[in-house]
Nanobody, 125 residues
Framework: QVQLVESGGGSVQAGGSLRLSCIAS????????MGWFRQAPGKEREGVAG???????TYADSVKGRFTISQDSAKNTLYLQMNSLKPEDTAMYYC???????????????????WGQGTQVTVSS
């Protein structure tokens, strides 16, 4: 049974940093493509960053240069380093996984089969 468990969310002031983690279990991590998504209150869920099994990544324009997605296959863990946080980054952040090989990663949630429960990020001005 595939499980994704996010952690690392919290409350920070604008300009601060957080690192989100997503521990995966129940499948061979290195064979999957992974992604981070977020959903703010009253808004649709949006893709933040995606990464393929070889480490190639893609980012939403709104986070380019501020967020970095990475993974440690030995630890079955996906990360999202978030720097220079802004109030508009406030959202529930979700980790997602798919056995589909998404070259360069993907921000489209339709490709992702498994989802975590989310971790809340709140950025105050």
């Amino acid at each position: 049974q595939v499980q994704l468990v996010e952690s690392g969310g919290g409350s920070v002031q604008a300009g601060g940093s957080l690192r989100l983690s997503c521990i995966a279990s129940g499948y061979t991590y290195s064979g999957y493509s992974m992604g981070w998504f977020r959903q703010a209150p009253g808004k649709e869920r949006e893709g933040v960053a995606g990464i393929d099994r070889d480490g190639r990544a893609t980012y939403a324009d709104s986070v380019k240069g501020r967020f970095t997605i990475s993974q440690d296959s030995a630890k079955n863990t996906l990360y999202l380093q978030m720097n220079s946080l802004k109030p508009e980054d406030t959202a529930m952040y979700y980790c997602a996984a798919t056995p589909v090989y998404l070259y360069g990663g993907s921000l489209s949630e339709r490709w992702y089969k498994y989802w975590g429960q989310g971790t809340q990020v709140t950025v105050s001005s």
